[in-house]
């Protein structure tokens, strides 16, 4: 069954780093999302992707976090200058066309901000 | 978004069945169930979704009221694995791209 593979599954960085969380969606699939969980909380939407473009943001997803997709496989999550809060599990998402679809999610990263 | 309601913890033994209800009694005529799963330590997991009938798959059924304003999960036969938090997620069904807003969900023990 395909799936939606992440990379790294942890990461530990230094406060104002840049950290870049990398996914591969699904091959076929067209919409792409990361969502956010800190520790023992709910998962939260960070930001949908399509047609190389974002579509929708949430508050969360300000002006530190930026997203690519460089080429026709990855998908990227980039956070210029990290802070602690920023510590957290990163899922990936992607869905294919139609209503009937759902979203299938990656492993996640999990990102400590020391 | 369209709000569910779920109790917080449920629990159940192995290899019995197992009914996780969901209100949503602000459904609109489009949008469909959705309920995923999270492991321990891991992403959430796509369980079952309809709109208005009945689903059956492999991992759970899905009982929707005839009026929307509410449904069931039912996990058939619970085993040890199936211990997780249980998410009902509404979304507008016309377009793939829908984000999912996550509750808190229902946490399922399910004890040996």
């Known amino acids: 069954e395909p799936e939606v593979t992440q990379t790294p599954s942890h990461q530990v960085t230094q406060m104002g780093q840049e950290v870049i969380l990398r996914c591969v969606p699904i091959?076929?699939?067209?919409?792409f999302y990361w969502y956010r969980q800190i520790l023992g909380q709910k998962v939260e939407f960070l930001v949908s992707f399509y047609n190389n473009e974002i579509s929708e943001k949430s508050e969360i997803f300000d002006d530190q976090f930026s997203v690519e997709r460089p080429d026709g496989s990855n998908f990227t999550l980039k956070i210029r200058s990290t802070k602690l809060e920023d510590s957290a599990m990163y899922f990936c998402?992607?869905?294919?066309?139609?209503?009937?679809?759902?979203?299938?999610f990656g492993p996640g990263t999990r990102l400590l901000v020391l | 978004d369209a709000k569910t309601t779920q109790p917080n913890s449920m629990e159940s033994n192995e290899e019995e069945p197992v009914h996780l209800p969901c209100n949503h009694s602000?459904?609109?005529?489009?949008?469909?169930i959705h309920w995923y799963r999270q492991l321990p330590s891991q992403g959430p997991e796509y369980v079952i979704h309809g709109l208005t009938s009945n689903v059956n798959n492999r991992m759970a059924s899905l009982a929707i009221a005839e009026d929307r304003k509410s449904s069931t999960l039912i996990l058939h036969r619970a085993t040890l694995r199936d211990a997780a938090v249980y998410y009902c997620i509404l979304t507008l069904g016309i377009q793939g791209a829908q984000k999912l807003v996550f509750g808190q969900g229902t946490r399922l023990t399910i004890n040996p």
């Open positions: 998402a992607s869905i294919g066309r139609g209503p009937k679809e759902t979203q299938y």
């Open positions: 602000t459904i609109s005529g489009t949008d469909y």
């Open positions: 091959s076929n699939h067209l919409y």
